[in-house]
């Protein structure tokens, strides 16, 4: 097994199960704040996650790290939403230690991770000849930018095309940008989650509920959450949040309705001026598939990383 039964029942003893994640809301946000690390290490976000068949269980080591999980008993598996909430020495192990557990048990016969590169690999080497890691079921690619590197002013032949757009969009339209948790119709802004929803091209691999609680609960846990209202009407929200101990910014929200042409293009330029504004000085834009990766790397990405989405089973 690669471990020694009596130090799996010591460690057993050490983990606690929280499935009101919302009555230990200060509990889960102290970890985030000491290790947290990835761009969805955000208590108010994971409480979004809760819905449709899904139930938020927090689990809780000895030594203060984490890990965010929510359960499809249903279905008879869970997600580790996010990496886990540990220093990087502990990540992998914190996960073994919790498979052996989950896994003793009927109830849970799948466990679904979204891990980096690195991480899943060594995840690999280390997992017990009785689990197996089933193929990866879909890889995201994730943009981050520089902000000192990034030109607000698109000078330039590779801006041209874009250039041109934003001209044209801004000279034919009346565009304003309105703070997200003051503009009152929610409705209209779950309106713009429904067109996107239906009209989202590729293998998309949103949920789409856990948009509608973030706009429910006001945007809860955003350090930025813009509208942008173009001839009066909302056609699409930005919002984000810093990433837990670095200088980046999460873009975890980017949305429209595809009402009007280059709309998308100029949804992602004003998050971007918007914050190089602001000085931010580097921003992860999420991760999507090739569609989406071809889709921002016009905008000149100063680096990409991969995450890959997987599961883990009982032999």
Known sequence: MGFRQAGLINTFHRMKFFENVLAEKTRIEKAIKKYGNAPE????WYYCQEGEGQKDVYIEFSDGAGLLTYEEREQKRVTVFASPVAPPERRVPIIIEYLERVFQSSRIEKVIFELETELRRELLKKLPAHMKARAINYTLVW????????DSKMSGKHWKTLRKE????????RVSVVKAEKYKDKEALHQIIE??????????????????NFIDGNFRGATEARVLVVDGKAVGINSGWMIPNTNRFYGAL?????????????LYLEDLMWLKKHNYKEADMGGGEA????????????SFYKTHNFSVVKC
Do not use: C
């Open 41 to 44: 290490h955000n208590f108010w």
């Open 143 to 150: 943009p981050v930018y520089n902000f000192e590197n990034f």
């Open 166 to 173: 934003r001209n044209t969009f801004y000279q034919n339209h």
């Open 195 to 212: 067109e996107w929803r239906k009209k989202r091209g590729g293998r998309d691999r949103a949920y789409f509920f856990p948009y509608y």
């Open 254 to 266: 980017g949305i429209h309705n595809y009402s009007l042409p280059d709309l998308g293009d100029m």
């Open 291 to 302: 569609a989406l990766t071809n889709f921002k790397n016009k905008f000149q990405p100063q």
